[in-house]
């Protein structure tokens, strides 16, 4: 390992452990961009509270002993890295055609449409959650949750000029031209809106800021899983880096949807609710009833695994064959790591009914992967679910059947209930707002949404976070509000 790479150099505007001080052509590229992320950053970035002091980590390091230093930050200054994880030496490619030659640190002609591509695909998505995201500041529940929405949002924006840098460096001068067109586009515009489905939704609220972070961030995982392992070692050592940033951030899912349903539970205990499907009884108490938490869950979980594209896929094939994309986990698992014979089953739509086929596994990669994503939803299910027994209460979320609400992939043209039960679009219709969020249920979780700006408070549909950020105590100023 070299040991310099551990060193992130300051000196320069924008800091970096790639040498960018003696890549000349490259900082100059970077710093062309510049003014253009600041200005996205000002237009589309926090709404307000840009002169507040925030309790921040950035990353001033690669080393996974230390990487990330806490201090207050306006968002602004905050210095915006690019940070690869260390080069191992000797790296082969771990999977494909290329399998076992040494990791390319060039890109190869023949894949660089198809690496392009993915690059994009994964630039575009960083300042679309930050653009979804940026109206919720102004009904954050307590300065902790404030902190730590601005933290995502600030490492969204690092993850995008990752991104930049490998399109930049690269890629030539189309890559500059994505470069740009990454600032251009905006989420949910109707002309030119983020390339993939779920970052052009609302994020109306923060029960589904939560849901965005557990559910949409590990799609997020999972993808930058299986692009660390890619046969281009500069997007590899990319993502790995950008993977030690992502677990805060489904730690903010996972925790903030634990503290809503715990506040829910205590809430109905003390007023002596014993059932919790009994909605208008729950609302008067100012919390979220756990139906409507179910359905928030339904509707973020079925958006995310649109995001893994068709079961079965030719792109996801080549993409894999040419050691350009990987499986999650691909140097752990015990096969040929080139799929040439071997099957996958796939969910499908066989005569009318979800019928599980022998795919070849290599086609079936996106569904794969999917399956992985899934099994890693549920863990924080079980947390879930445990909170709810612990208060006495029988009732239990569950994540829905992959065939309900989706609009990518083998059942995109079908409708079906969280249980997997096939239904006409008569009954879809009718029947909807059982299952996903309506109307009310969202004018009834935005009446919640009321800020809360003193140190130390929350607001009544959540509770406190076990242990501060930083191991600061219950009453630190996590945002110091400028007045
Ligand atoms: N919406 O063979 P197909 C994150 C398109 S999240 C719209 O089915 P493929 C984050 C597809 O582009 C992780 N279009 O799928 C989270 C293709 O179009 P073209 C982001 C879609 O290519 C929170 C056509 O359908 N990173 O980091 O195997 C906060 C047929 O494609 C969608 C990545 O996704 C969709 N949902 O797989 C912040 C990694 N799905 O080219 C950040 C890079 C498919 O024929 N991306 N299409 O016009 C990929 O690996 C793959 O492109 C996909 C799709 C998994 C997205």
Redesign the pocket.
Known sequence: MNANIMNVDYSTKIPNNVNLSEDRQVLKALEGWHPGYMNWWSDMGPEGFQQSLVYLRTAYSVDPRGWAKFDYVKMPDYRWGILLAPQEENRVIPFGEHYGEPAWQEVPGEYRAALR??IV??GD??P??VEQQRHLGKTAPSLYDLRNLFQVNVE?GR?LWAMVYLLQKYFGRDGREEADDLLRRRSGDADSPR????FNEATPDWLSFFM??YF??R??KM??H??AQSGFDPLSRTCRFMLTEEAH?MFVGETGISRVVQRTCEAMRAAGITDPSDIAKVRALGVVDLPTIQKKLNLHYSLSL?????EV????AN?FNSGV?GRYHETQINDDHRLQNSTYPVLKMVNGEIKRVDEPALTAL?MRLRDDYTQDCVKGLLRWNKIITLAGYDFKLTLPNVAFHR???EFRDIHATPDGMLINEATWNKRKGEWVPSTEDGDFIASLMKPVTEIGQFASWISPPKVGIDNKPGDFEYVKIET
């Open positions: 591509r993915l695909i994964q998505t960083e679309a959650s969204e993850h390339m993939l489905g779920a965005f972070t949409t961030d799609d997020g993808q930058l299986s692009l951030h649109d995001l893994f594209g068709s896929s030719t792109n996801a993409a994309k996106n609009q990518i992939g």
